[in-house]
């Protein structure tokens, strides 16, 4: 079991690691009608939000991005947020963000998914619910 | 009618309290309801919330571990006792409520015996949620029907308040309702009540009009009878028998009347007789026209009496501007006959008075009233010397007229009632003299007094009679 731990952590570094040579940009995107301010996006990544007025949120991670985005939004290390989002998963009985694997799967989640959140490596297409770009 | 009233309250009472009772009877049975479930559902409550807190130990020991590395052995013990509060509740019959938390959790005990590393609780992290949101499903089931237990207390307060207020208002309309029919029924009770003593009033007035007419007329009548009396003696013994006599002799004599007239000793009383006759025939016309007079004067007054009692219920009188000697004398005149019967002397001492306006009739029926009581008491105390003064004076609002005698006088304890209706100290009275003519002076605007030094000691009635009557200075 330790092992899976392991392997966990690591493709977690992994992923920050690939993401951070994609783009300088990124973008925090939202199923339509999450109206969102920027500085709710922390809070939701770290389960502390969990709902939008009645709207259950629903965040995912993006591997290839994750990395880019936890030094950028979050400011702490992928070891870190394992481990926060481990203790917050006891404490709290809830699930940490699915993690996706790219760009395209973030997108295609977000739009069929209510209260769905998630971030982009990429500029997100025309319509898209922009929360914050960094 | 007692009975009747007391249904009446009984019902009312009954208005009042059985709507009360009915809604403190079904809230009390609610109450009991309530009670009963919470007794209930207070273990059963426990028991989840004991699965409950037991279980967030152990998810508490398990985020600690992120940091240690290890689940502690208290953490596994109260993921144990989680799992076995799960199962007593179960075994309560609620595992309809529980479902899968019991299984769920119990599998995780067993997984997790002794302890576990991260890595493990990392592995186990999907079965901790899951068993995690089963816990609390099942503290919030229990939650729930306290809460509900709790709202119904609420609900039902509320409907007891709603109750309370409807059974007051109820009460308060069931109340109006009686008490407009009590008054309803009363009234016309009343009503009846208040028709039937008019109706005995008026009899008693018309029996009292009736006494009255009698009593006065009956004075009256005493005269009246002295008068025929008279008057049919003078019928009887006829002083024109000797003139038809006379009227004979001439007849007999009519031959030869010039010698009868020139030689006979009979012609010679003739003229003497005949002035006699004609002077006795004068006087007894005189006596026979005074004592008609006197009863036509008397027939006069009986009308007037009938007349007046028909007039008191017009409450209507006929003031008269009158000398009150006159008066006096008209009165006296109307007991004359009987006061010298008896041997009563009486005796007259009349002040020059200014005439006064007064319904004539009342005053003569007080008069004739004490003039008659005044004879009486004379002739019952047996004295020779039988005496009764009339008095008249001036007063300075009246005048004031006084039958003073000397006859049997008054007892002290009697002078308080002797104007009192029906009390009479006469063998053959009635009661109704004195206390006629104290309401007749009193409608004249004046009054009626008596005075007496005791038993055998006369007595005086005065009449006050104002100048002018009531009736009168409105004319």
Redesign the interface.
């Known amino acids: ?6 392997i ?1 952590m690591f493709s977690l570094l992994m992923a920050g690691a690939c993401s951070s040579a994609v783009g300088d940009n990124l973008f925090v995107v939202c199923h339509a009608g999450v109206a969102l301010a920027a500085a709710d996006v922390r809070d939701v990544f770290l389960g502390e939000m969990q709902f939008f007025n009645t709207m259950r949120l629903v965040p995912v991670d993006n591997i290839e991005a994750q990395a880019d985005f936890l030094d950028k939004v979050l400011r702490m290390s992928a070891g870190r947020y394992a ?1 926060t989002w ?6 709290d ?3 940490p963000p699915a993690a996706l694997a790219n760009d395209a799967a973030v997108l295609e989640f977000i739009k069929r998914t209510s209260g769905g959140c998630g971030y982009l490596a990429i500029a997100p297409p025309e319509g898209a619910t922009v929360i914050a770009k960094y | 009618m007692k009975r009747a009233t007391d249904k009446l309250i009984a019902l009312q009472f009954l208005a009042v309290v059985l709507p009360i009772a009915v809604v403190l009877l079904v809230q009390m049975a609610a109450d009991a309801r309530r009670a009963a479930r919470l007794e209930h559902s207070r273990p059963l409550r426990i028991l989840a919330s004991e699965a409950r807190a037991n279980y967030k130990t152990f998810t508490n020991g398990a985020a600690d571990a992120v940091d240690t590395g290890t689940l502690g052995a208290q953490s596994v013990k109260a993921l144990q006792t989680a799992a076995a509060r799960l199962t007593e509740l179960a075994d309560h019959g609620e595992a309809a409520v529980v479902g899968d938390a019991e299984s769920v959790v119990k599998d995780l005990a067993a997984t997790l015996p002794k302890g576990a590393t991260l890595s493990t609780l990392i592995s186990l992290r999907s079965r901790i949620i899951e068993s995690d949101t089963l816990t609390k499903a099942v503290d919030d089931e229990f939650e729930r029907r306290d809460e509900f237990v709790v709202k119904d207390a609420i609900a039902s307060a509320v409907y007891q308040k709603r109750a309370v207020t409807g059974a007051l208002i109820i009460t308060a309309i069931l109340t109006v309702l009686f008490v407009l029919a009590t008054r309803r029924r009363l009234k016309a009770r009343l009503e009846a009540d208040i028709s039937a003593e008019r109706e005995r009033s008026r009899q008693a007035g018309m029996a009292e009009i009736a006494t009255n007419v009698l009593h006065n007329v009956g004075n009256v009548l005493n005269s009246v009878n002295i008068s025929a009396s008279i008057v049919t003696d003078r019928v009887r013994k006829p002083r024109s028998a000797g003139l038809g006599k006379v009227a004979a002799l001439l007849q007999e004599q009519a031959a030869d009347l010039v010698g009868f007239v020139a030689n006979d000793e009979r012609a010679k009383h003739l003229p003497v007789y005949l002035a006699q006759l004609a002077e006795h025939l004068a006087r007894d016309q005189e006596v026979t026209l005074k004592e008609l007079d006197l009863l036509r004067k008397n027939i006069d007054h009986i009308k007037e009496i009938v007349s007046m009692q028909q007039s008191y219920s017009k409450l209507v009188g006929v003031p008269e501007r009158l000398a009150v000697a006159n008066l006096v004398d008209d009165a006296l005149r109307m007991n004359a006959g009987s006061f010298t019967r008896h041997g009563v002397n009486l005796k007259c001492e009349f002040e020059d008075v200014p005439e006064i306006v007064v319904e004539k009739h009342k005053v003569l029926q007080i008069l004739v009233n004490l003039l008659r009581n005044a004879r009486y008491a004379c002739e019952a105390s047996g004295k020779p010397d039988k005496e009764v003064v009339m008095r008249i004076a001036k007063q300075a609002a009246g005048v004031q007229i006084a039958v003073i005698d000397n006859g049997i006088g008054i007892q002290p304890d009697h002078m308080t009632r002797i104007f009192s209706h029906g009390f009479t100290t006469k063998k053959d009275g009635h009661g109704f003299g004195l206390h006629s003519g104290a309401l007749a002076a009193r409608d004249l605007g004046g009054a009626l007094h008596v005075h007496s030094a005791g038993a055998g000691q006369g007595a005086t009635f005065t009449l006050d009679l104002p100048f002018k009557s009531p009736e009168a200075i409105y004319d």
């Open positions: 079991m330790q092992r899976i731990f392991t966990w481990t481990a203790k917050k998963s006891f404490r009985g809830i699930n």
